[in-house]
């Protein structure tokens, strides 16, 4: 009999042969397998050392365990067809050996029986050879598989990687995908010790009409409080380390290709604004440059290598609109791991920490690249810089429109001034019909002018709310959008005084 699953990925053999690109690639067939169950599922990614000596060097073992749909008999005459996705970055050297052997033990939730399996993949030719181990017996109704590899050496550096690619996870929130990470210790006297870790607990439960936009935001918050900020989480609720947060978000539909298939990008912005109560910093190392994390993912699948059309529309984005002003090849990757990061050279006081994660839905990274890719990407980044700042215009203003912004209100006290002057009572109650005051009350004139003068300025600067308000946009309504968006001119403070002014 046909397997159903005959389309779920494996690793390629070459992305094997590196260790860290082995791990990310079998954690992310689990997931694949988990998503095809479309029941709750668990991943537990277990690290096991072998303490047989007191030198640095170790013997350990990585296994990726998971309760999806099995990987049938017929799947194992083809068991690399495909390229791992997005696993192409380049790492540094992760101080252990492996020997391009895998063991897997796999069950489907048809079968009676539980079968083994010894994969050797050829260093030179990257051909691999399949060896069945004895099958067991099951006397119960249950699927999943285990995959382990060995490895010689350190493993500091691969133990970070495999815990950040689960904590990460988190960002998606996918829901009923549970994840743990576990550590074991097991010394000569066979006595083990073992530490496990929830990264990802099946998704934040929201309501059925929350887009995968919104899930996707969520998910970047409690990623970034429950990793970054190592807080926790009660009652479904943060506890009180809960910063000040806001989100800018976009999402860009487009379409590729002849058959012009129609594909995604979200972006998502998440801000945690400094406190402003006197309490200290959690980061205690809040004099370094504001940097700022790029996650990309892609078909929600393990974040990835982030592609080449994106890091040319990052150092494109004009980021000058939110008080940003990027250093020079500051755009880079992190060591041991495929996300970037920005360092910024200006950036305004009151940010703690920004950070972007892009998600790119129903384009593989192994298509072809068009040249559309880069304009969407970089008009999604602007339209959430745009839904950023509308959601934080005292926190992410240029420096001239700080000026501006200070200017008005002694630019409504002067204009106060004149109407309260003026002998002709008709101009006075001409001017309260404008600013919506009742007749005869002139009192409150000056807070009004600053109120209309501060709106207007905001809708000078800020997209309006009804452009807001629509977070799913044609890739060419965000451009026309973004095209029609007012700027402010130069540092003349009269002549934009006038224009603010023409909206009352």
Request: net charge neutral; glycine share 4%; hydrophobic share 35%.
């Amino acid at each position: 009999m046909k397997s159903k699953n005959k389309n779920i990925p494996f690793a390629s053999a070459e992305n094997l042969l590196n260790p860290l690109l082995a791990c990310h690639a079998l954690i992310q067939d689990a997931l694949h397998r988990c998503k095809e169950s479309q029941v709750a599922t668990r991943i537990t990614v277990t690290l096991t050392k072998f303490a047989m000596t007191d030198r640095d060097d170790h013997v350990c073992r990585i296994s990726v365990a998971d309760t999806g749909c099995g990987v049938s008999r017929d799947m194992f005459g083809d068991f690399f067809p495909y390229k791992a996705r997005g696993i192409t970055a380049e790492f540094e050297s992760t101080n252990v050996i492996w020997d391009g052997v895998l063991y897997i033990t796999t069950t489907c939730l048809d079968e009676q029986i539980i079968r083994n399996y010894e994969i050797k993949i050829g260093v030179h030719d990257f051909k691999h050879k399949i060896v069945q181990s004895n099958e067991q017996s099951k006397h119960t109704s249950f699927r999943g598989t285990e995959i382990s590899i060995l490895l010689e050496g350190n493993p500091i550096n691969l133990q970070k990687y495999v815990q950040d690619l689960c904590e990460k996870m988190t960002i998606l929130n996918l829901q009923d995908v549970f994840v743990e990470f576990c550590e074991e210790t097991l010394n000569p006297h066979d006595k083990r010790q073992t530490n496990c870790l929830s990264l990802c607990d099946g998704g934040r439960k929201v309501d059925e009409f929350s887009s995968t936009l919104d899930l996707m935001c969520l998910g970047l918050e409690d990623y970034t409080f429950k990793y970054i900020y190592k807080s926790i989480r009660r009652s479904g609720h943060l506890n009180e380390l809960m910063r000040d947060i806001r989100f800018g978000k976009a999402e860009t539909i487009s379409q590729a290709g002849s058959n012009k298939r129609e594909w995604t990008l979200q972006a998502c912005l998440i801000l945690i604004v400094k406190e402003i109560q006197g309490k200290e910093m959690m980061n205690s190392e809040a004099e370094r440059p504001l940097q700022t994390q790029i996650t990309f993912f892609d078909n929600h699948y393990l974040h990835s290598q982030i592609p080449k059309s994106a890091l040319r529309a990052l150092s494109r984005v004009d980021w000058s609109k939110i008080g940003l002003r990027i250093k020079k090849r500051s755009i880079q990757f992190c060591n041991q791991a495929p996300s970037g990061v920005i360092v910024w050279d200006q950036y305004p006081k009151d940010i703690e920490r920004l950070d972007l994660v892009l998600h790119r839905v129903g384009r593989s990274s192994s298509q072809t690249l068009y040249r559309g890719e880069y304009t969407v990407t970089k008009k999604t980044i602007e339209a959430a810089l745009n839904d950023l700042k509308y959601n934080c215009p005292q926190i992410l203003s240029t420096p001239h429109e700080s000026r501006v912004q200070t200017s008005i209100p002694d630019l409504a006290a002067c204009i106060s001034g004149i109407i309260k002057s003026s002998e002709k009572e008709d101009f006075k109650e001409d001017c309260a019909s404008i600013l919506n005051l009742p007749s005869g009350e002139l009192g409150d004139m000056r807070q009004a002018i600053e109120a209309k003068l501060l709106a207007a300025f905001n809708r000078q600067i800020h997209p309006s709310q009804t452009e807001k308000a629509s977070s799913i946009l044609k890739f060419e309504d965000i451009q026309n959008l973004l095209d029609h968006t007012p700027e402010m001119g130069g540092d003349d403070f009269n002549s934009e005084c006038s224009k603010v002014w023409n909206y009352l």
